[in-house]
């Protein structure tokens, strides 16, 4: 038996216990996944129409959504296509127009009477017209409705599912009437008082029907929904961040190998890496074990500042370990760590999974011993047969893409070693603390002084020949450049990309046959790729044709020059990475996207922005900006939940508010009283899976 208007309903009732939801419309609602009555209420308006002005029809502005009263003209049907009025007032005439089987129509519009049509406006043949407005016809005396009303989703869409905006307003209406007071809040009471926020009640009622003049008082609404989203997602990563705290190994601050790697650099720390140098060594000598992320933009000196943590670990007695992504990256990191720690008694090894049998077992044997103080390498060093004798600091490179297991296995190599995650993606602070809330976050947000900014440039298919005759001058007065091509080899599925081995081909016959040209790619022997950097290093090949393998890390100082093919096929905050592998010497540097027939206008206005700036942590903002939230890098693969109403990006300031108010609960839990605190744990059961996430930024 259908329920009556008095009856009130819960929020999990289905909306076909609402008046007038058939099984027509039912099904219609369902659609668009709407199923109860609580999913109803989160149907929030696309926008809203204002009728409390009536617009002269003269005035209206395409794209606009307005509300005219006039009078009706000449009308004409199309059977079963098209149906047409003419709507007059004294300032102009404006066409209504509604398509399809609209036979019925016929007949119900009388000349000369009065209509009020409310829609959004569009010009066809430069006079206005509505498609498929609401209308009421207008007897006697009737003055129009007025009021805010509330405009749900597209029209086509509500069309295909055979309902419309006002048959939704009525199912909404009926529910904020029928659910009395039954809105159960999942915030705690004091977090509610503290920012003043109002009750679930009235924030739908006043996002479906505002009350006030004009809609300037929604934001603070649509934020109370926001904030709840925040809340529930920061009191969750505040507690895996709790539950990750354990007793650590204190160690204690020493100079002697801090001075050694501090003369080696040849340079003064920069502020920020000062600041963050004191922060992570304030972990180290703390009784709680350091689980921290350092973060900073290409260039800014993450390698100097892990260098200084293994210093004081080495000089406590510990041993400390660096895991780089790839071996390339393995064998660069330690010709640095060499060169910082030349000069003193630290024993530094490579451990790769190309070295002869033999050799590791010498090297895992000195290891096991702690002969050897710091050990750099790739995944070879969590397999079962490396062993430490006294792990102290782990200090991980994340473009792994480093589980929680693994992170597990290498942590259960040492006693309890503290654990430093490294990160070369810039990502918005806030972001990387919601990304990350089981690391403490440190930022190093200062390039060293005196460095030249690479410049940027767009270069379409007729400026090749000019690009490729100024780097030819360039490789003759010493400069290096890096080729980067999305593809390794060609496809016949996407003929007009360039693939790396076929440019290599071109540039060694046609373009540059008097150099030497190198080819690096993920497919290669490892040896094969250590020869290909090791021959772009020294000048042997001064020109490298290279896959994204380069994008993390590789520093060769001479490179000055980088040519990016199909630019548009790679994020923005890639293409920054790739940019980071040039401009780390004394000359100027050039980076070139090469812009191809098929670059999307957007794209193109895209790679525009990219050349305007040089900052990472804007590049990265402009890159979310334009993937989203849903496509951020590690969001999905992270476990992260889609947002109703939050967005990581541009919802900072709720972020902030949210995570003071959860660490503030997490400090003093009783305050909240027990009710509150399961419907609260109800809420975070959509966030249960990511104490499992994998920890992404690559």
């Known amino acids: 038996m259908k329920t009556t208007l008095k009856d009130p309903l819960l929020l999990d009732a289905s909306v076909d216990a609402l008046s007038g939801i058939g099984n027509r419309r039912s099904a219609a609602f369902h659609e668009l996944n709407i199923r109860t009555v609580w999913d109803l209420l989160n149907f929030l308006p696309r926008t809203y129409l204002n009728r409390r002005h009536i617009v002269p029809i003269r005035e209206l502005q395409e794209g ?315 995944h070879a060093l969590f397999s079962e047969s490396t062993r430490f004798r006294r792990l102290g600091l782990l200090m991980v490179d994340e473009q792994h893409r480093f589980g929680v297991a693994q992170r597990l296995a290498l942590k259960q190599k040492g006693e309890r070693p503290d654990m430093l995650v490294v990160s070369a993606t810039p990502i918005p602070r806030t972001l990387a603390l919601t990304l990350f809330g089981d690391l403490r976050l440190s930022v190093i947000d200062e390039l060293p002084p005196g460095r030249i900014p690479v410049k940027s440039f767009r270069v379409t298919e007729p400026k090749r020949r000019e690009m490729n005759e100024f780097i030819r001058k360039r490789i003759i007065s010493g400069g290096r450049v890096f080729f980067i091509l999305p593809l390794v080899e060609e496809s016949e599925k996407q003929q007009e990309v360039l693939s790396v081995k076929g440019m290599a081909d071109r540039l060694k016959q046609e373009v540059y046959p008097e150099f030497g040209v190198g080819l690096l790619h993920g497919g290669l022997p490892s040896e094969e790729k250590e020869a290909a950097m090791e021959a772009f290093r020294n000048g042997t090949t001064p020109v490298l044709c290279a896959t994204t393998v380069v994008e993390v890390g590789v520093d060769v100082p001479e490179a000055d020059i980088m040519v990016i093919e199909h630019p548009e096929r790679f994020g923005l905050a890639q293409l920054h990475q790739l940019r980071g592998r040039i401009g780390r010497g004394k000359r100027e540097s050039f980076c070139f996207l090469l812009i191809g027939p098929t670059c999307p206008e957007e794209a193109y206005e895209r790679l525009g922005r990219f050349t305007e700036t040089s900052d990472g942590f804007r590049i990265a903002e402009m890159d979310f900006e334009w993937r989203g939230p849903g496509e951020l890098s590690g969001m999905r693969q992270a476990g992260f939940p889609e947002f109703r109403f939050l967005n990581l990006l541009k919802d900072r300031a709720l972020l902030e508010m949210a995570r003071e108010d959860a660490q503030e609960h997490e400090d003093d839990p009783e305050r909240t009283p027990a009710e509150e605190a399961k419907r609260m744990d109800e809420a975070l059961a959509r966030f249960s899976h990511l104490s499992e996430r994998v920890l992404m930024t690559g």
């Open 64 to 378: 606009a959504f307005a509300s005219v009263v006039g009078r009706i003209g000449r009308s004409q049907l199309i059977p079963r296509k098209r149906f047409s009025i003419e709507l007059e007032d004294d300032s102009g005439s404006l066409l209504l127009v509604w398509f399809g089987r609209v036979d019925y129509m016929k007949g119900k519009f009388p000349e000369g009477e009065r209509l009020n049509v409310w829609g959004k406006v569009g010009f066809f043949r430069d006079s206005p017209q509505l498609v498929h407005p609401e209308y009421r016809l207008l007897s006697g005396d009737d003055i129009p409705e007025k009021g805010i009303f509330p405009i749900y989703t597209r029209p086509e869409e509500l069309k295909e599912a055979a309902i419309d905006s006002k048959i939704v307003r009525a199912a909404v209406r009926d529910a904020l009437e029928r659910t009395r007071e039954h809105y159960p809040e999942a915030l705690p009471s004091w977090v509610l008082k503290k920012r003043a926020w109002p009750a679930l009640k009235t924030v739908y009622r006043e996002l479906h029907f505002p009350s006030g003049e004009d809609l300037s008082a929604l934001p603070s609404y649509y934020n109370r929904l926001k904030y709840e989203e925040a809340f529930h997602l920061c009191l969750k990563m505040e507690r895996l961040q709790r539950a990750h705290e354990e007793a650590g190994i204190v160690f204690h601050a020493g100079e002697r190998l801090k001075k050694q790697v501090l003369l080696n650099t040849g340079f003064n720390l920069t502020t920020a890496q000062a600041r963050v140098q004191k922060e992570i060594e304030g972990d180290l000598c703390s009784a709680k074990r350091m689980n921290r992320l350092l973060q900073g933009d290409v260039g800014s000196g993450k390698t100097v500042i892990c260098a200084l943590a293994a210093a004081l670990v080495v000089e406590n007695g510990y041993q400390a370990a660096f895991m780089a992504p790839t071996e390339i990256l393995a064998r660069q990191h330690y010709r640095e760590w060499c060169r910082l720690f030349a000069g003193s008694d630290v024993r530094i090894e490579l451990f790769t999974g190309s070295q002869r049998a033999a050799d590791r077992a010498v090297l895992e044997e000195a290891l096991a011993e702690g002969r050897i103080q710091l050990a750099v390498g790739t």
